[in-house]
């Protein structure tokens, strides 16, 4: 058998080897790679679709002008709140063309675009400065425009009351152009201006629809149906411990809640809201119930003394006439002041000099009676120092992403107790239980956190910062009671034009939060 050989350099058979060598591989690898495309193939018809991915989002910064980071981190806050931009929407709306030139509605359209400008964007924008909203706001409040440390409460304050105040006077212009002088019944903030079809549709007149009046119709019930998501109620009592006596439960609207932080290491906001609906115990009240006790038994004894004498007197004298009239007054008294402890305390006592017993103990509380849309709470951290000044209170205040303020609202009993609650307790539920999900959210009183203000530094200097969250947009995504507490939105901290993303365990656990925003779910 002959044999091979390779003359000339000895790498020779080296190279010839390689190359077949490679061929091979060549070979191999074809038929592999085939294998393993198919064997990918099943595998990919198995496997799950994953999840699209989230889109870059990137958030506007704003210029600071000179102190104004209270201003920028409450804009950024109130850019979060879906409800509170489309209020500004429907404020702009009302304004009507002879009230555009104003203060209010200046600030309106001012402050409508920075928030349009500060909503999501899908590539990165450049800061932008406010300085023109500055300027409308300055005609408002003169320190807005100063140089000086100011307050985020104090700009959101001035900004809820300018809203208000634009509805109002769009409600005013038509009460001025004469729109009541037709007698037109108003039900439910709606003008009923037509009889309703037998297919329970309105009946139109085309003539009526196009004329001036059906126009300033359509705008009055546009301004009476303007709901601002801010507002909330809350119920007031005031009870005597001596004698039991309630008084009238008092209401009063809020678009805040000013919570006193405990001087505590740490605390949590569960306990704040605890101590703004304490009953608290009051030494010096002077009780009505009582006073007309009280003077109810000095007419007693006063008819007494009056029927005594009476009776010792000569009919006829002019002292025993006197005397008689006296108690026909003193009995007129009683009987008004009898009707008055039967019926209502409260009412007017016209001619009755009310006497004062000694003050006595009363309990007093105050509860969140009509939850808002948006709960805004603002945690007051100023400690006041026996030498007059003021200091900030630097405790951490624990978060919760998603907050249950049923404990801290009315249920509708009212309790006869001066030493129990209004309406409490409320039952305890578990947020994690469906049949308690429902509770609560039947309730209106489940909200998740929205965006916040923090405030670092001392009490007259710092500076302020967002934390605001981004609505992921998830066309597919319906909210049940199942997936009502899963979130997948994302969270950003703004400091003036610097954004960066964060997540929400950093969010809860900063503990320095002084405007927070909670959306009702």
Known sequence: MSTLSFPGNPRSLFVVASVGVASLMALGLLSLSAGSSNSSDKQRTKRKPSRRRKPKVYLRGLYNLGNTCFMNSTLQSLASLDAFNAYVERCIALLPDSDRNSVDAAIAVQLKHVLDLLSPQLSRVAAYSPRSLINSLSHKGRWIASRNEQDAQELFQMLSSTLQSVVRNAETSLFDSGFLTQHLPIENGIVST?????????????????????????????????????????????????????????????????????????????????????????????????????????????????????????????????????????????????????????????????????????????????????????????????????????????????LDISPFTTTGHISTNASAPISGPAVPVNKYSAESLAEIRRRNCLYRLSAMVFHSGAHDSGHFYAYRSVKAANSDYVQTDVNILTDSDQWFMVSDIRTVEVSLESVLDAGNGYLLFYERV
């Open 194 to 402: 037509s009889q309703q079809s037998d297919g329970n549709e309105p009946m139109k007149n085309d003539s009526q629809s196009s004329s001036p009046l059906a126009a300033s119709q359509s705008s009055f019930a546009s301004a009476r149906a303007v709901e601002n998501p801010l507002l909330g109620m809350a119920a007031s009592r005031t009870a005597c411990v001596r004698c039991g006596y309630i008084e009238a439960i008092r209401h009063s609207t809020f678009d805040n809640l000013s919570l006193t932080v405990p001087r505590a290491h740490t605390t949590s906001i569960e306990e704040c809201l605890a101590m703004y609906t304490v009953i608290d115990r009051l030494d010096d009240f002077k009780c009505r119930h009582c006073s007309i006790v009280a003077t109810l038994a000095r007419v007693k004894r006063d008819i007494a003394k009056c029927d005594s004498e009476l009776a010792v007197q000569d009919k006829a004298s002019k002292r025993t006439k006197r005397v008689a009239a006296t108690a026909a007054i003193l009995r007129e008294q009683q009987h008004v002041l009898d009707n008055a402890l039967a019926n209502n305390p409260e009412a007017d006592l016209p001619g009755i000099q009310l006497a004062s017993p000694p003050p006595s103990v009363s309990t007093r509380q105050t509860m969140i009676a009509r939850p808002p849309k948006i709960l805004v709470l603002h945690l007051s951290r100023s400690i006041y120092l026996p030498t007059g000044g003021t200091a900030k209170n630097p405790a951490c205040v624990q978060l919760q992403h998603f």
